[in-house]
């Protein structure tokens, strides 16, 4: 009862741990990079959410477009004009669509950017990210190379047709023997071979902006960003 109240304030900092006073204090230039770190999250969750939304929509209605004119020459005409070319363009448009798929991963990614944004250390690790752009990318070459093999097949055999396809006698009762014009359901093969390879296009070049972000920025070499010591 008799102390007096700076002995007690003595006493009751004799309970504080020696560590308190220094996990209030809080470093300048901590704090700076903490703040630099979390605009740089903010910035790469936006640009990733952007040309995640524009490779998705934009592969998927390319796709789209792409896979009902395959299926519906295929189906009037009642077989394919070029069985080798139908079977690449096929396999193009089915990569298509699994860089449509990676395309939305891309957003998943944009939201757990937005989530660290607070938190820098919470950032996925910048290889895993590096790695999932790369196999996207081997997605387009892959689909775009078959996409054009398709093509050119295509082409080739469009061409073979009009050089081999002798021109009908006016006024003849019948045909002449091996007339096989081009109809314009064949042309519609070429059509969807072109929206195919525009739909793996835009997958390469976003993928590679998106790469080009990522690695050229100057964070530590485990993280997409650099984070707050």
Not at 43 to 49: G, I, L, M, P, V
Not at 123 to 138: M, Q
Not at 191 to 214: D, I, K, M, P, Y
Request: overall charge positive; proline content about 7%; glycine content about 8%.
């Amino acid at each position: 009862l008799g102390h007096s109240g700076n002995d007690v304030s003595v006493r009751a900092a004799d309970y504080v741990s020696p560590g308190y006073e220094y996990e209030q204090e809080i470093d300048p230039q901590e704090a700076a990079r903490r703040e630099q770190a979390s605009k740089r999250v903010e910035r790469t969750s936006k640009y990733f959410r952007q040309l995640g939304i524009f490779g998705f929509w934009g592969q998927l209605i390319c796709s789209v477009v792409a896979s009902v004119i395959l299926t519906f020459s295929i189906v009037i005409s009642g077989r394919p004009t070029a069985p080798v070319s139908t079977y690449l363009t096929s396999a193009g448009i089915v990569a298509a669509f699994l860089s449509v798929f990676w395309s939305f991963g891309y957003l998943r990614l944009a939201d757990r950017l937005r989530n660290a944004i607070e938190n820098p250390m919470k950032a996925p690790p910048r290889s895993s990210v590096v790695a999932n752009l790369k196999n996207g990318l081997i997605i387009n070459i892959l689909g775009l190379g078959a996409t054009l093999l398709g093509l050119q097949a295509t082409v080739g055999v469009l061409v073979a047709k009009a050089l081999t396809s002798s021109t009908p006698i006016y006024g003849a009762v019948g045909l002449p023997t091996g007339y096989n014009p081009v109809l314009a359901l064949d042309v519609f093969l070429i059509q969807a071979s072109g929206n195919t390879a525009l739909s793996h296009f835009l997958g390469l070049v976003l993928t590679l902006e998106l790469l080009r972000a990522t690695t050229l920025s100057q964070p530590p070499p485990e993280n997409v960003i650099p984070q707050a010591p």
